[in-house]
C-alpha cells in the first residue's frame, strides 16, 4: 500500500510540472534519437534467453554486451502462440523495423510471426498476433522505470531501460539477427 502512495505522488508531481529530471534524462531531449554506432561496433546477432531474462548482443561470435529484460506476461506459460496470449515469441527472427515515436521509449521491431508461427496459429483458426518489439518503459513513465525492472508486463515485448533501449537502437541496426529461447 505504501509503494501506491508513493506512486500517486511521483505522478502527481510529474503531472504538475515539479518532478525535475536528472541525469541521463535529462540530456536526452525528447524527439531526439541517437545515432546508429559505427558498422565495426554494431550487433549482427542478439541471444534474447527468456529463462535468464537476459539479452545478449555480439558481433562476430564476440559478446558485446547484455541486459536484463523485461517479457511478457504471459511468458512462463511458453512460446507466443496466440494474438493476445501475452508470450514473448521463441525462435529465430529479424529486427525489420524501428520506429522512434512509439508509445514506448524508441521501438525495434521483430520479425514475428513467421510462417511456421501464422500457420500454427491459422490451424487453432486464430491469429498469431504480432508487433513484437524490443522497447523502452511507456513515454512519460521514464521516472519511474525502477517500477517496471524485474517485472514481467509487456504484452510479448521485450523491454529494457530507456537508457538501455538507446544504446540498443544505436547498436543493433535492421536486419539484425534475433534468436529468442526459452
Not at 546477432?45 to 558485446?64: P, T, Y
Amino acid at each position: 500500500m505504501r509503494l501506491l502512495a508513493v506512486l500517486a505522488l511521483l505522478v502527481a508531481l510529474a503531472a504538475a510540472g515539479t518532478l525535475a529530471l536528472t541525469g541521463a534524462a535529462a540530456r536526452f531531449a525528447p524527439g531526439t534519437v541517437p545515432d546508429m554506432a559505427a558498422p565495426a561496433l554494431q550487433a549482427d546477432r542478439i541471444l534474447v534467453d527468456k529463462s535468464d531474462r537476459l539479452m545478449i548482443l555480439f558481433r562476430n561470435g564476440q559478446e558485446l554486451t547484455r541486459y536484463s529484460v523485461s517479457l511478457g506476461s504471459g511468458a512462463e506459460a511458453g512460446p507466443k502462440q496466440l494474438e493476445g496470449d501475452g508470450r514473448t515469441p521463441e525462435g529465430l527472427y529479424r529486427i525489420d523495423a524501428r520506429n522512434a515515436k512509439s508509445r514506448y521509449h524508441l521501438s525495434l521491431r521483430v520479425s514475428y510471426p513467421s510462417g511456421s508461427d501464422r500457420a500454427r496459429a491459422a490451424a487453432m483458426g486464430k491469429s498469431a498476433g504480432g508487433d513484437i518489439m524490443i522497447h523502452g518503459v511507456p513515454n512519460g513513465w521514464g521516472w519511474a522505470a525502477v517500477l517496471f525492472k524485474g517485472r514481467d508486463w509487456t504484452n510479448g515485448c521485450i523491454a529494457v531501460t530507456n537508457s538501455e533501449m538507446r544504446s540498443l537502437w544505436a547498436l543493433v541496426p535492421d536486419g539484425t539477427l534475433i534468436e529468442i529461447r526459452a
